[in-house]
C-alpha cells in the first residue's frame, strides 16, 4: 500500500484539490450545466430530446469498468488529468453548433451537441475511476465529512459565480454565437482543470489486488444488508434528483415562459441552495453524522416539490410571482437534493472499507448513472406523451412532479433503516441543530480544532464549560491528553458540565484516577461521582486511602454519591483518623451525602476532637442538618449566626435558638391552641405539653447551657424507627457538656426541636 501522506503534504494536496475543483466547477457550468439544456430549447427541442441530453450526463458512469481496466497500467491520478483534459477537448463539436444552427441546420446543431456532449460524459466516465479514490485519500482523519462538504461548498460558490455570469450574457434573446463563446471558456477551464489534477499525490491503491469483475461487485454489494439498503435509497433519490431539478429549467422556460438569461439568473439561487446546505453540512457532519443530514435533506426536497404540485394556473401570468415562486423552487429544490447527493457520497465512504473503496466507488455511480439516465429519459418521454394526448405543460409538469412526490416519500421510509454509522438517532440531530447551546459548541469546538495557542485553548474551553453540550466530549477528551495541565484542567471542568458521559469518556476518567494523581485525578472522580458511574466503585475504594488528599476526599464523595453503603464505615474510620482539615471536611460532606443516622455519632466526635476549625465547624452542623432533613431551613439560620463577631455568637446563639422555639410554639398555637383537649387522643394532649415547655427547655441548653430539659423533651417525641438513631444522639448530645460548648451545634439541636414540633402539628392538624 501506498504511504498515507502526512500532516503537511496532506495540506497541500487539499489546497491544490480546492484550485482544481475551481476550475472544474467553472468548466461544468460553462459546458454541461443548464446552459446546454437552455441552447437546446432555444432550438426548439422536444422534452424526449431534452431528457436524453440529461441522461447522456449519466452515460459517463457506465464506462467506470473502463477506467477500472487503465487503472491496472496506468496511475489513477495519470488516468484522471488525462480524462479531464480531453473531456473538454470533445466539447469542441458543441462550439460549432451554434453557427450550424445559424445558417438554418437546427437537426445538425442539435446532433452536434448530442456528440459533443456524450463525446465529454464518455471521457468524464473513464477518468472517473480516480474521483473517490482521491477523494477518500484527501478526506482522511476526523474531519472527513466537513472536508468533503468544503468541497460542495467550493463547487457551489463557483457554480453561483458562473451562473451569474451566463445570465448576464445571455439577456433575454442573446445572438447565437453566445454560446460558443461559453463553450469555449468552459472548454479552456476544463483543460486547465486537468493540468491542474495531475499534480495532485497518487492515493494508496492495493498493489496486487485481485481483478474483480463488476457483477462480483454487484452481488458483493447485495450480500450486505447495510449495503444492499443504500443501493436501493441510492437508485431513487439519483433518479429522483436528476429527473426533479433537471426538468425545473424546462419547467420555468414552458410553464412560466421565461427568458434564457431569467432561467440562468434562478439557476444561481439553485447554486446558492447547494452552497447553503454545503455550508450547514459542513458545519454539522462531524458532530452529527451523515445519515440524520441524508433524511433531512430528502425531506427539504420532498417539501420542494409540494409548492409546483399546489401552484395556481392563474397565478402563472403574473411575472413578480413567477419570479418569486421559481427563485424559491430553484434555492429550496437545490438545498435539499443537492445536499442529499453530497451528503450520500460521504455516506457512502464511511460505509464502504477503504480497501474496497475503488470497486465500490464503481458499483455507486454506476447506480447513480442508471437511475439519472433511465430517470431523465422516461420523464422526457412521459412528458410529450401527455403533450401528444392533450395534456398541457403545467398539469403534464403537476403529474410528473406528483410521481417524484410518490416516490421521495418512499425513499424516507427507506432510509429509516440505514446504518448509522455512528449517527445521532434524526430526532436527537433535530435537536441539536435547534439547539442554541448545540450550536455554539460545535462553533467552539470548531474553532479550538483550529487553534495551535494553548492559551486560546483554555479560554475556548472555559467557553465550552458555559456551553455544556454532549457533541463536545470526543474534542474535550483529545484535550484531556494535552501535555499543558491547565489545558487538561479546563478539558475536565466541561466535561464535568455534561448531562451523561459516554463509554469512552468513562474508560478515560478511570485511567486519569490512576495515572494522574496530585494534578487532574481528583476532578476525574468528581466527575464519575456526580455522574453515577458504578463501574468506577471498585477504583474509588482504593484511592480514598490515596497519599492525594484532594483526590481521596473526592473518591469519598464519589462514593457517596454512588450509594455505596457498604464503604461508609471505613470512611468513618479514615475521617477520624486523619488530622487533614480539608480531607475531614470532604469526609463530613460524604456524610451528608450519604444522609445516614448512624454517621451522627462520628459528626459529634470530630467536633470533640482538639479544637477543630471554624469551616470544619460549619461542615459538620450542615452534614447533620442533611442528614436530619433540616439543612435548607438551617443554613439560612447559620449564616446569620456567622455574620456576628466572636464575643457576641454566644448571646446571638441563643436569641436565634430561642426565636425557633417561640416561632413553633406560635406555629401550634395558630393550628392547634384553639381544639379542646379530648381525653380520647393522647397525643393532642401530648403535643400541648411539649409545645407549652419547648421554650423553656430551648431557653435553659441555649442561655445556662443546661440540657437536662430539651434531652427530656427529645426523648418525649414519638419517633419511628427511621428517626429513633436521630432522637437517641441528639438527646445524649444535648447532655454532654464538650458538645455544649460548641454554639452551632446548640442552635442545630434546638433549631431541630423546633422543626420537629412543626412536622408533629402538620400531621394532626
Given at each position: 500500500m501506498t504511504a498515507p501522506l502526512s500532516p503537511y503534504r496532506l495540506s497541500k494536496a487539499r489546497d491544490l484539490y480546492n484550485i482544481f475543483?475551481?476550475?472544474?466547477?467553472?468548466?461544468?457550468?460553462?459546458?454541461?450545466?443548464?446552459?446546454?439544456?437552455?441552447?437546446?430549447?432555444?432550438?426548439?427541442?422536444?422534452?424526449?430530446?431534452?431528457?436524453?441530453?440529461?441522461?447522456?450526463?449519466?452515460?459517463?458512469?457506465?464506462?467506470?469498468?473502463?477506467?477500472?481496466?487503465?487503472?491496472?497500467?496506468?496511475?489513477?491520478?495519470?488516468?484522471?488529468?488525462?480524462?479531464?483534459?480531453?473531456?473538454?477537448?470533445?466539447?469542441?463539436?458543441?462550439?460549432?453548433a451554434p453557427f450550424a444552427a445559424a445558417a438554418g441546420h437546427r437537426d445538425l446543431a442539435l446532433g452536434l451537441l448530442l456528440l459533443g456532449v456524450g463525446l465529454f460524459h464518455v471521457t468524464r466516465g473513464i477518468g472517473m475511476i480516480g474521483n473517490n479514490p482521491i477523494l477518500s485519500s484527501l478526506s482522511t482523519g476526523p474531519d472527513r465529512g466537513s472536508y468533503m462538504t468544503q468541497i460542495q461548498i467550493i463547487n457551489s460558490a463557483t457554480g453561483m459565480f458562473s451562473g451569474f455570469a451566463i445570465a448576464i450574457l445571455l439577456g433575454r434573446e442573446p445572438p447565437l454565437y453566445l454560446y460558443s463563446v461559453i463553450f469555449a471558456l468552459g472548454i479552456g477551464s476544463g483543460v486547465l482543470s486537468g493540468v491542474l489534477v495531475k499534480k495532485i499525490p497518487e492515493p494508496p491503491v492495493e498493489e496486487n489486488g485481485k481483478q474483480i469483475k463488476f457483477f462480483t461487485i454487484f452481488k458483493e454489494a447485495l450480500a450486505q444488508p447495510s449495503l444492499k439498503q443504500f443501493v436501493v435509497i441510492l437508485f431513487l433519490m439519483a433518479l429522483i434528483s436528476g429527473v426533479s431539478r433537471a426538468f425545473l429549467v424546462v419547467y420555468s422556460r414552458e410553464v412560466f415562459l421565461q427568458s434564457d438569461g431569467m432561467v440562468s439568473l434562478y439557476t444561481v439561487f439553485g447554486g446558492l441552495g447547494n452552497l447553503m446546505i454545503g455550508l450547514l453540512i459542513k458545519f454539522l457532519v462531524d458532530r452529527i453524522g451523515a445519515k440524520p443530514i441524508f433524511i433531512l435533506t430528502i425531506f427539504i426536497g420532498l417539501a420542494s416539490m409540494i409548492p409546483i404540485i399546489f401552484f395556481p394556473s392563474g397565478a402563472i401570468e403574473s411575472l413578480t410571482t413567477g419570479i418569486l415562486f421559481l427563485s424559491l423552487i430553484f434555492f429550496v429544490m437545490n438545498f435539499g437534493f443537492l445536499g442529499a447527493e453530497g451528503i450520500a457520497q460521504t455516506y457512502f465512504l464511511g460505509l464502504v472499507p477503504m480497501d474496497l473503496m475503488l470497486d465500490m466507488g464503481i458499483l455507486y455511480f454506476f447506480i447513480f448513472g442508471l437511475a439519472g439516465a433511465g430517470?431523465?429519459?422516461?420523464?422526457?418521454?412521459?412528458?410529450?406523451?401527455?403533450?401528444?394526448?392533450?395534456?398541457?405543460?403545467?398539469?403534464?409538469?403537476?403529474?410528473?412532479?406528483?410521481?417524484?412526490?410518490?416516490?421521495?416519500?418512499?425513499?424516507?421510509?427507506?432510509?429509516?433503516?440505514?446504518?448509522?454509522?455512528?449517527?445521532?438517532?434524526?430526532?436527537?440531530?433535530?435537536?441539536?441543530?435547534?439547539?442554541?447551546?448545540?450550536?455554539?459548541?460545535?462553533?467552539?469546538?470548531?474553532?479550538?480544532?483550529?487553534?495551535?495557542?494553548?492559551?486560546?485553548?483554555?479560554?475556548?474551553?472555559?467557553?465550552?464549560?458555559?456551553?455544556?453540550?454532549?457533541?463536545?466530549?470526543?474534542?474535550?477528551?483529545?484535550?484531556?491528553?494535552?501535555?499543558?495541565?491547565?489545558?487538561?484542567?479546563?478539558?475536565?471542568?466541561?466535561?464535568?458540565?455534561?448531562?451523561?458521559?459516554?463509554?469512552?469518556?468513562?474508560?478515560?476518567?478511570?485511567?486519569?484516577?490512576?495515572?494522574n494523581p496530585f494534578t487532574t485525578a481528583y476532578i476525574s472522580a468528581r466527575i464519575l461521582g456526580n455522574h453515577s458511574v458504578s463501574s468506577a466503585i471498585p477504583l474509588l475504594r482504593e484511592l480514598a486511602a490515596s497519599r492525594d488528599y484532594m483526590l481521596a476526599g473526592e473518591a469519598m464523595i464519589a462514593l457517596a454519591r454512588l450509594e455505596d453503603e457498604a464503604f461508609r464505615p471505613q470512611i468513618e474510620r479514615i475521617i477520624l483518623k486523619t488530622k487533614n482539615p480539608r480531607l475531614k471536611i470532604m469526609g463530613v460532606e460524604a456524610f451528608g451525602i450519604y444522609r445516614s443516622p448512624n454517621s451522627l455519632s462520628v459528626l459529634l466526635d470530630i467536633l470533640r476532637s482538639a479544637n477543630p476549625p471554624p469551616y470544619l465547624r460549619d461542615e459538620?452542623?450542615?452534614?447533620?442538618?442533611?442528614?436530619?432533613?433540616?439543612?435548607?431551613?438551617?443554613?439560612?439560620?447559620?449564616?446569620?449566626?456567622?455574620?456576628?463577631?466572636?464575643?457576641?455568637?454566644?448571646?446571638?446563639?441563643?436569641?436565634?435558638?430561642?426565636?425557633?422555639?417561640?416561632?413553633?410554639?406560635?406555629?401550634?398555637?395558630?393550628?392547634?391552641?384553639?381544639?379542646?383537649?379530648?381525653?380520647?387522643?393522647?397525643?393532642?394532649?401530648?403535643?400541648?405539653?411539649?409545645?407549652?415547655?419547648?421554650?423553656?427547655?430551648?431557653?435553659?441548653?441555649?442561655?445556662?447551657?443546661?440540657?437536662?430539659?430539651?434531652?427530656?423533651?427529645?426523648?418525649?417525641?414519638?419517633?419511628?424507627?427511621?428517626?429513633?438513631?436521630?432522637?437517641?444522639?441528639?438527646?445524649?448530645?444535648?447532655?454532654?457538656?464538650?458538645?455544649?460548648?460548641?454554639?452551632?451545634?446548640?442552635?442545630?439541636?434546638?433549631?431541630?426541636?423546633?422543626?420537629?414540633?412543626?412536622?408533629?402539628?402538620?400531621?394532626?392538624?
Amino acid at each position: 500500500m501506498t504511504a498515507p501522506l502526512s500532516p503537511y503534504r496532506l495540506s497541500k494536496a487539499r489546497d491544490l484539490y480546492n484550485i482544481f475543483n475551481v476550475f472544474n466547477s467553472l468548466s461544468w457550468n460553462f459546458l454541461v450545466g443548464s446552459i446546454v439544456t437552455l441552447f437546446a430549447m432555444r432550438l426548439k427541442a422536444s422534452s424526449t430530446y431534452i431528457g436524453l441530453l440529461n441522461a447522456v450526463l449519466y452515460l459517463a458512469f457506465f464506462f467506470l469498468p473502463l477506467g477500472k481496466l487503465l487503472a491496472r497500467r496506468f496511475s489513477i491520478v495519470g488516468i484522471f488529468s488525462f480524462a479531464w483534459t480531453w473531456r473538454a477537448l470533445c466539447m469542441i463539436a458543441a462550439v460549432f453548433a451554434p453557427f450550424a444552427a445559424a445558417a438554418g441546420h437546427r437537426d445538425l446543431a442539435l446532433g452536434l451537441l448530442l456528440l459533443g456532449v456524450g463525446l465529454f460524459h464518455v471521457t468524464r466516465g473513464i477518468g472517473m475511476i480516480g474521483n473517490n479514490p482521491i477523494l477518500s485519500s484527501l478526506s482522511t482523519g476526523p474531519d472527513r465529512g466537513s472536508y468533503m462538504t468544503q468541497i460542495q461548498i467550493i463547487n457551489s460558490a463557483t457554480g453561483m459565480f458562473s451562473g451569474f455570469a451566463i445570465a448576464i450574457l445571455l439577456g433575454r434573446e442573446p445572438p447565437l454565437y453566445l454560446y460558443s463563446v461559453i463553450f469555449a471558456l468552459g472548454i479552456g477551464s476544463g483543460v486547465l482543470s486537468g493540468v491542474l489534477v495531475k499534480k495532485i499525490p497518487e492515493p494508496p491503491v492495493e498493489e496486487n489486488g485481485k481483478q474483480i469483475k463488476f457483477f462480483t461487485i454487484f452481488k458483493e454489494a447485495l450480500a450486505q444488508p447495510s449495503l444492499k439498503q443504500f443501493v436501493v435509497i441510492l437508485f431513487l433519490m439519483a433518479l429522483i434528483s436528476g429527473v426533479s431539478r433537471a426538468f425545473l429549467v424546462v419547467y420555468s422556460r414552458e410553464v412560466f415562459l421565461q427568458s434564457d438569461g431569467m432561467v440562468s439568473l434562478y439557476t444561481v439561487f439553485g447554486g446558492l441552495g447547494n452552497l447553503m446546505i454545503g455550508l450547514l453540512i459542513k458545519f454539522l457532519v462531524d458532530r452529527i453524522g451523515a445519515k440524520p443530514i441524508f433524511i433531512l435533506t430528502i425531506f427539504i426536497g420532498l417539501a420542494s416539490m409540494i409548492p409546483i404540485i399546489f401552484f395556481p394556473s392563474g397565478a402563472i401570468e403574473s411575472l413578480t410571482t413567477g419570479i418569486l415562486f421559481l427563485s424559491l423552487i430553484f434555492f429550496v429544490m437545490n438545498f435539499g437534493f443537492l445536499g442529499a447527493e453530497g451528503i450520500a457520497q460521504t455516506y457512502f465512504l464511511g460505509l464502504v472499507p477503504m480497501d474496497l473503496m475503488l470497486d465500490m466507488g464503481i458499483l455507486y455511480f454506476f447506480i447513480f448513472g442508471l437511475a439519472g439516465a433511465g430517470g431523465s429519459f422516461a420523464a422526457g418521454l412521459l412528458l410529450d406523451i401527455m403533450s401528444g394526448i392533450g395534456l398541457s405543460k403545467f398539469i403534464a409538469f403537476k403529474i410528473l412532479y406528483i410521481i417524484m412526490l410518490g416516490l421521495t416519500v418512499f425513499v424516507l421510509v427507506l432510509q429509516r433503516k440505514l446504518t448509522p454509522l455512528g449517527a445521532l438517532p434524526f430526532r436527537g440531530a433535530l435537536e441539536v441543530m435547534f439547539s442554541f447551546r448545540d450550536l455554539r459548541a460545535i462553533a467552539l469546538l470548531d474553532r479550538l480544532n483550529k487553534t495551535s495557542d494553548s492559551h486560546e485553548e483554555e479560554v475556548l474551553l472555559g467557553a465550552l464549560h458555559d456551553t455544556p453540550s454532549q457533541l463536545a466530549i470526543k474534542g474535550l477528551l483529545e484535550r484531556a491528553r494535552s501535555p499543558r495541565l491547565a489545558i487538561r484542567l479546563e478539558s475536565l471542568r466541561a466535561m464535568e458540565t455534561l448531562k451523561t458521559l459516554n463509554e469512552d469518556a468513562e474508560r478515560a476518567l478511570m485511567s486519569d484516577l490512576i495515572n494522574n494523581p496530585f494534578t487532574t485525578a481528583y476532578i476525574s472522580a468528581r466527575i464519575l461521582g456526580n455522574h453515577s458511574v458504578s463501574s468506577a466503585i471498585p477504583l474509588l475504594r482504593e484511592l480514598a486511602a490515596s497519599r492525594d488528599y484532594m483526590l481521596a476526599g473526592e473518591a469519598m464523595i464519589a462514593l457517596a454519591r454512588l450509594e455505596d453503603e457498604a464503604f461508609r464505615p471505613q470512611i468513618e474510620r479514615i475521617i477520624l483518623k486523619t488530622k487533614n482539615p480539608r480531607l475531614k471536611i470532604m469526609g463530613v460532606e460524604a456524610f451528608g451525602i450519604y444522609r445516614s443516622p448512624n454517621s451522627l455519632s462520628v459528626l459529634l466526635d470530630i467536633l470533640r476532637s482538639a479544637n477543630p476549625p471554624p469551616y470544619l465547624r460549619d461542615e459538620v452542623v450542615l452534614a447533620m442538618a442533611t442528614i436530619l432533613n433540616t439543612q435548607n431551613l438551617f443554613y439560612p439560620i447559620l449564616v446569620r449566626f456567622l455574620e456576628t463577631d466572636q464575643k457576641s455568637a454566644e448571646n446571638l446563639a441563643a436569641t436565634l435558638a430561642l426565636d425557633e422555639a417561640e416561632a413553633a410554639f406560635e406555629y401550634y398555637k395558630s393550628n392547634l391552641g384553639g381544639r379542646r383537649l379530648n381525653k380520647k387522643n393522647p397525643e393532642l394532649v401530648l403535643i400541648a405539653n411539649h409545645a407549652k415547655n419547648i421554650q423553656a427547655a430551648v431557653s435553659a441548653y441555649s442561655g445556662e447551657k443546661g440540657g437536662a430539659s430539651l434531652s427530656r423533651w427529645i426523648l418525649e417525641l414519638k419517633e419511628d424507627s427511621d428517626g429513633a438513631i436521630a432522637q437517641a444522639v441528639l438527646a445524649e448530645a444535648a447532655l454532654d457538656d464538650e458538645l455544649t460548648a460548641h454554639p452551632r451545634l446548640r442552635l442545630l439541636i434546638a433549631h431541630w426541636a423546633a422543626y420537629k414540633l412543626k412536622l408533629w402539628v402538620n400531621r394532626l392538624k
